[in-house]
């Protein structure tokens, strides 16, 4: 095979694979009602959750919704939900890019994220999820890019970064965020090679632009500039650039 037909079959899989889901989506979102401003949008409760004094059970939860502007149409904004035992209140946290690095308690713990409702990523209650909270909190505060400046829209680090830096540390949660994640896949400290601690996931990537995760959350994945396709092997469904996971 020449360069040339290697180069072009690789652009064709590229344009295949993860240009033209995102140009789908892309303009199937420009058809949508969207808020034109921030200030606009729907910040509210979504509903998702029973009020956090009608149950002494603890919980974690990851949520993850599309953000606003143009970049909705790919990309997505992911926190973090937990409850003592016996609390009254949820607390939530999220990465941002203005003002305090990581907000404790900024939206409901359900919210809307720009008009856009939330997806439920993973939930664990009862005595799983009290013994997981200060495992949780601890990888929130170890962090490495919770000062003011840590954050970049793309590649990362940015929001995703943050929860997919938790979910790592804390493999317990048993999940992934969703492809249009974007900045997930970015290892702190320029790290090339992760493994989770339980041994379970292996990502590789270059500063999240290029690389793939194979394990038994992950199943496998290729990264190609912050889009995801992959399939998933224990939940079987793929995962589609832009749109999301498709499967049970």
């Known amino acids: ?48 959750l029973p009020e956090a004094s009608q149950s ?11 953000t606003g502007g143009l970049k909705g ?20 946290y999220d990465k941002v890019g203005w003002g305090s690095p990581i907000r ?4 409901p713990a359900d919210a809307f994220w720009y008009s856009n409702p939330p997806e439920l990523v ?13 495992k949780v909190e601890a990888a929130i505060a170890a962090y490495p890019y919770a000062e003011p400046g840590g954050y970049t829209i793309w590649p990362g680090p940015n929001s995703n970064t943050f929860v997919a830096h938790v979910l790592r540390s804390v493999p317990e949660l048993g999940a992934v965020l969703p492809p249009h994640a974007v900045g997930r896949d970015y290892l702190p ?4 090679v992760h493994l989770d601690q339980d041994g379970k996931d292996l990502h590789l990537t270059i500063r999240g ?3 793939l995760s194979a394990g038994v959350r992950s199943g496998f994945e290729v990264h190609f500039l912050g889009l995801v ?7 079987p469904g793929i995962k589609i650039p832009a749109f999301g996971r498709i499967g049970v």
């Open 229 to 235: 396709a992959g399939i998933d092997v224990m939940r």
């Open 189 to 192: 400290d320029g790290a090339f």
């Open 209 to 211: 632009l290029i690389g």
């Open 104 to 107: 404790r308690n900024h939206r």
């Open 122 to 134: 993973t939930k664990i209650t009862g005595e799983d999820a009290q013994a997981l909270i200060p």
């Open 56 to 66: 002494d059970e603890a919980a974690v939860y990851v949520f993850s919704a599309k």
């Open 1 to 48: 095979m020449t360069t040339f037909i290697f180069l072009k079959r690789l652009f064709l899989a590229i344009f295949a694979i993860y240009l033209l889901p995102t140009f789908a989506s892309a303009g199937w979102w420009a058809l949508q009602d969207r808020p034109a401003r921030w200030s606009e949008a729907n910040w509210g409760s979504a509903g998702i």
């Open 73 to 92: 149409a790919v990309a997505s904004h992911a926190w973090i939900v937990t409850k003592e035992q016996g609390a009254r209140i949820y607390t939530r």
